[in-house]
């Protein structure tokens, strides 16, 4: 797989790079990019280093991740992380960064999903299998999270794979959910997609604030 790169920011890898521990390790080293989406896809190392859209891609995801986390945490459902986790699976030969990450504390008891200790302390990175993956497309990601990771996370075991576009009219927002070879949408009923990891329904609006702004609103029930 090719390495892509984006905005003309030229992106140093490692020769020693060359497999999915090699690049796990990269993370934890000094050099590693602090900045820009970085993967190892297929064989290979991806990156996206281009800027992050403000609305359709900063914004969408807080907002998405805002209300997941008043769900997680009022029910103590598990454990709800922001972009920056590093998320592993051996056997999807996949390790990333999604845009929100979802795990059980079911999950973490039974060795679905482990997290492991960073080189300088703390907790870094998850590898498994988690219930929730969200990934909010921008143009320089389209690739990666239609295509790509839709396979991949299916590999990895991924109970819901949340497929997010906020940069067309009307958004794309999509549930996808497991079936017998791949993820299906979860059909939807006036706008509104049933989850069945977290037990309501949800549906994304994208109106305006007061300044003419896109204002992305995820609306539960």
Do not use: C
């Amino acid at each position: 797989m090719s390495t892509r790169f984006a905005d003309d920011i030229d992106l140093e890898i490692p020769e020693w790079v060359t497999s999915l521990e090699a690049f796990r390790r990269w993370t934890d080293e000094p050099d590693f990019p602090e900045k820009g989406n970085i993967w190892w896809l297929r064989g290979g190392v991806w990156a996206d280093m281009s800027k992050e859209q403000l609305f359709t891609h900063l914004v969408t995801k807080g907002v998405i991740f805002a209300v997941l986390l008043r769900l997680v945490e009022d029910a103590d459902l598990g454990v709800l992380f922001p972009d920056g986790l590093l998320l592993t699976n051996k056997s999807a030969g996949v390790s990333g960064n999604p845009d929100a990450t979802f795990i059980t504390h079911e999950a973490l008891a039974a060795g679905r999903a482990v997290l492991i200790k960073g080189k300088r302390g703390g907790y870094t990175e998850v590898q498994g299998s988690p219930e929730m993956v969200l990934e909010v497309v921008s143009q320089g990601s389209e690739l990666k999270d239609y295509t790509l990771l839709r396979e991949d996370y299916f590999t990895a075991g991924v109970s819901e794979y949340w497929l997010v576009d906020a940069r067309p009219e009307p958004v794309s927002f999509e549930i996808l959910k497991r079936g017998t070879t791949g993820f299906t949408a979860t059909r939807k009923q006036a706008g509104w997609v049933k989850s069945a990891v977290f037990g309501k329904s949800f549906r994304l609006l994208i109106g305006k604030d007061r300044s003419g702004n896109p204002r992305p609103k995820l609306e539960v029930k």
